[in-house]
């Protein structure tokens, strides 16, 4: 779930990390586009087995 407090929408890149690469983003009509990728330790650069997701939201 993704919370506006602002009086405004705004457009925002949400970002999660998740542990398998099978997984979808779904808002209220349904199905919506997203990016995973492999997510990687910044400091030993080695993967650990997870995954960066990535999706725009509007925020009402």
């Given at each position: 779930?993704?919370?506006?407090?602002?009086?405004?929408?705004?457009?925002?890149?949400?970002?999660?990390?998740?542990?398998?690469?099978?997984?979808g983003?779904?808002?209220?009509?349904?199905?919506v586009?997203?990016?995973?990728?492999?997510?990687?330790?910044?400091?030993?650069?080695?993967?650990?087995?997870?995954?960066?997701?990535?999706?725009?939201?509007?925020?009402?």
């Amino acid at each position: 779930m993704v919370y506006n407090s602002e009086t405004y929408q705004r457009l925002e890149v949400v970002e999660l990390l998740v542990s398998s690469p099978l997984v979808g983003v779904t808002g209220d009509d349904g199905p919506v586009r997203a990016q995973i990728e492999p997510y990687f330790d910044s400091v030993t650069g080695e993967f650990k087995g997870n995954y960066l997701i990535f999706s725009r939201q509007y925020c009402e």
